[in-house]
C-alpha cells in the first residue's frame, strides 16, 4: 500500500530487455534507505519488487502484463521516474490510499503555468476509467496523488501546487507523454458490490 506522496525523483540507468519483460535499473538516494531484495517499490505508481540492490541504485523486473498495461513499457535510460516505498503501518496516509495497481493509461493533454505558480494539469483518459472518477474525488497520476478538480467523457483536470511540480515528473513530462492511472480503489468495490441493483449491469 502507497499514499501517493513522492518521495523521489529517480531516474532510469538501464532497461535490459527480456523474456517477454525487461529489467529496470533505477538510480535512487532516499528510496534506498531500508530497501531490501523482495521489498515493493512504487515507479511512476506502478508496484514493482526490487530484486537486486546496487551501488546507488535497484533493479526490478516487469514482466509482458505490466508492460502492456502500463507506461513502464516505454522508459528508456535516462527517464525520470517517480519512486516511493510502502507506507508504514505507524506512518500519515498524507495522500491517499494507493495499492500501486495501475489501471490504466492516460495521456497529458495540457499543462499551463498560471499566475500564481501553479499548474492546470489536463489528462485524458479511457472511458473504462473515467467513470470512477469524481470532482474533487482523489486520483494517481504516475503516482502522484491529486484531487480531481474537473471531469468529462475524455478525461480530467488536476492542479499542481508549484512543489508537487518540481519534486515529480508531472512538471516536466512533455505534453502527449503518458502517464499512469490508478483510481480510487472504493470506487470500484462500490460499482461491483451494487451490480446485482443496478440496471445498467
Not at 143 to 156: K, P
Not at 167 to 183: D, F, I, Q, R, S
Request: hydrophobic content about 40%.
Amino acid at each position: 500500500m502507497f499514499t501517493g506522496i513522492v518521495e523521489e525523483l529517480g531516474r532510469v540507468r538501464s532497461v535490459t530487455p527480456n523474456e517477454g519483460g525487461a529489467r529496470i535499473e533505477i538510480e535512487g538516494q532516499a528510496t534506498l534507505a531500508g530497501l531490501v531484495v523482495g521489498g515493493s517499490v512504487a515507479v511512476n505508481g506502478c508496484c514493482l519488487t526490487a530484486v537486486e540492490i546496487s551501488e546507488g541504485a535497484f533493479s526490478a523486473d516487469a514482466v509482458s502484463e505490466t508492460l502492456s498495461r502500463t507506461s513502464l513499457g516505454r522508459l528508456a535510460a535516462g527517464d525520470a521516474v517517480n519512486i516511493e516505498r510502502p507506507l508504514r503501518a505507524d506512518g500519515r496516509l498524507d495522500g491517499h490510499m494507493v495499492q500501486g495497481h495501475v489501471d490504466g493509461v492516460g495521456v497529458l493533454e495540457a499543462r499551463e503555468h498560471l499566475p500564481d505558480g501553479s499548474f492546470a494539469v489536463r489528462v485524458s483518459a479511457p472511458p473504462a476509467l473515467v467513470r470512477y472518477i469524481v470532482e474533487k474525488g482523489s486520483i494517481a497520476v504516475d503516482g502522484v496523488s491529486l484531487t480531481v478538480v474537473g471531469v468529462d467523457e475524455e478525461g480530467f483536470s488536476v492542479a499542481l501546487i508549484p512543489h508537487t511540480a518540481e519534486v515529480t515528473t508531472l512538471g516536466h513530462k512533455p505534453v502527449g507523454a503518458e502517464v499512469n492511472l490508478e483510481v480510487d480503489v472504493v470506487a470500484k468495490y462500490v460499482e461491483r458490490l451494487t451490480r446485482p441493483w443496478r440496471e445498467d449491469r
